[in-house]
Nanobody, 118 residues
Framework: QVQLVESGGGLVQAGGSLRLSCAAS????????MGWFRQAPGKEREFVAA????????NYADSVKGRFTISRDNAKNRVYLQMSSLKPEDTAVYYC???????????WGQGTQVTVSS
């Protein structure tokens, strides 16, 4: 079974930066997509960013374009989310996910809390 473990969450002031990491294990990757989602209290889980494992093609939610950058290290089976110019509305639990494309995701991590203070 594929296992995804997020790390790097924490408390940061508005305007600050934070980098999240997702470690994947249990499978040899090829034509898959790894993505980041987030869920704030009282809100539905929303898509943040995704990247294709082989080619590095990316996709971002409009709300984070220009501020967040997704990347991956194939040798380490890790995906990262570099978050800059953070806003209080970015506060949420961030989840790492693996899927077949940008839309359908099958495996999920447990999440890591990101809190942005104003």
């Amino acid at each position: 079974q594929v296992q995804l473990v997020e790390s790097g969450g924490g408390l940061v002031q508005a305007g600050g930066s934070l980098r999240l990491s997702c470690a994947a294990s249990g499978r040899t990757f090829s034509n898959v997509v790894m993505g980041w989602f987030r869920q704030a209290p009282g809100k539905e889980r929303e898509f943040v960013a995704a990247i294709t494992w082989s080619g590095g093609n990316t996709n971002y939610a409009d709300s984070v374009k220009g501020r967040f950058t997704i990347s991956r290290d194939n040798a380490k089976n890790r995906v990262y989310l570099q978050m800059s110019s953070l806003k209080p509305e970015d506060t949420a639990v961030y989840y790492c996910a693996l899927g077949n494309n940008f839309i359908q995701y099958r495996y999920w991590g447990q999440g890591t809390q990101v809190t942005v203070s104003s």
